[in-house]
């Protein structure tokens, strides 16, 4: 039977039913809520300063807020009580939708939180949304890695991923902001990125970009051209290594077969590869091979 992920337990397996340890001093004018399902104002619920989403798309939103009009907010907000009032745990989107459609309260349910559990559960919620760029995606885990000590083994197993896809996102935040630009506002994919990512140093990555962008290369034709480029130093190595007496040969055979030629030496002997690109070309090689030009 296949592991089950922390994505496929959904956001429970990461909300305690049972109070934890944590525990923020309240403000006593900020009435306490209710276990379970209750109303609250909808300007008494600040953000997640932890929330992984930087950026959000305006006209999505407004849809949203449209639907909520329409029909209400079918899905409470996550929010634990903090001493500035109640902070949203998951559901920003739609706490700033019912803000836009105007709503005087908004279905809540409040949940003991510490700051970590806070950030796990809002990424969790973004990631089963698809809703996280590749970017804000690796900034969420690393500021779990570097916020609170966990490990890329620790980040995987709470956000239901492999230890590889969490060290290939957080490796995506070393490029340079060019790349990340194009990453973040979807001109190239995660796949692209990784991609130019094999290459040594900014200033060939950033003409990779180009060509990249440029042409609307796709993830397998950019890994192509990528790998192409790494190759060539190795073969113009190769090339400079030929004895200028091999060169000046094969300059010889390609001026007289009008084509070009390849003359290989060892120590045994070696080959001569002889290079046609149509059967007409090849037709005045042979001609000239056995004498019949």
């Given at each position: 039977m296949p592991r089950k992920t922390g994505l496929g337990k959904g956001l429970s397996a990461l909300i305690p039913?049972?109070?934890?340890?944590w525990k923020e001093e309240r403000d006593a004018s900020v009435p306490a809520l209710p276990a379970g399902v209750a109303e609250l104002s909808v300007n008494a619920i600040v953000p997640n300063p932890r929330q992984p989403r930087t950026a959000m798309d305006e006209t999505a939103l407004r849809e949203l807020a449209d639907s909520i009009r329409e029909h209400g907010l079918i899905q409470p907000l996550i929010v634990t009580q903090s001493a500035s009032g109640y902070q949203l745990i998951a559901g920003e989107r739609?706490?700033?939708?019912?803000?836009?459609?105007g709503l005087a309260t908004v279905p809540v349910v409040v949940k003991e939180a510490a700051p970590q559990q806070m950030l796990e559960i809002a990424l969790v919620e973004n990631l089963q949304r698809a809703d996280l760029n590749p970017l804000e995606q690796?900034?969420?885990?690393k500021q779990l890695m570097d916020e609170f000590g966990l490990t890329q083994e620790q980040v995987a197993r709470r956000v239901g991923k492999s230890r590889a896809a969490v060290g290939n996102a957080?490796?995506?935040l070393k490029l340079p902001q060019p790349v990340k630009a194009r990453l973040a506002d979807g001109t190239i994919t995660e796949g692209h990125a990784r991609a130019l990512q094999a290459l040594e140093g900014e200033a060939a990555i950033l003409k990779a970009l180009t060509v990249v962008t440029r042409r609307a290369l796709s993830v397998r034709q950019t890994e192509e051209m990528?790998?192409?480029s790494l190759a060539e130093p190795k073969a113009k190595a190769k090339k400079a290594a030929v004895s200028a007496e091999t060169r000046s040969l094969e300059d010889r055979l390609r001026r007289s077969l009008g084509t070009k030629v390849n003359l290989f030496?060892?120590?045994?002997?070696?080959?001569v590869v002889i290079h046609f690109f149509s059967d007409e070309?090849?037709?005045a090689v042979y001609r000239r091979l056995v004498g019949r030009d």
């Open positions: 039913d049972t109070p934890v340890e739609r706490w700033r939708a019912s803000q836009l459609a690796a900034a969420a885990f957080v490796r995506l990528v790998r192409r030496r060892s120590r045994k002997g070696g080959k070309e090849f037709d």
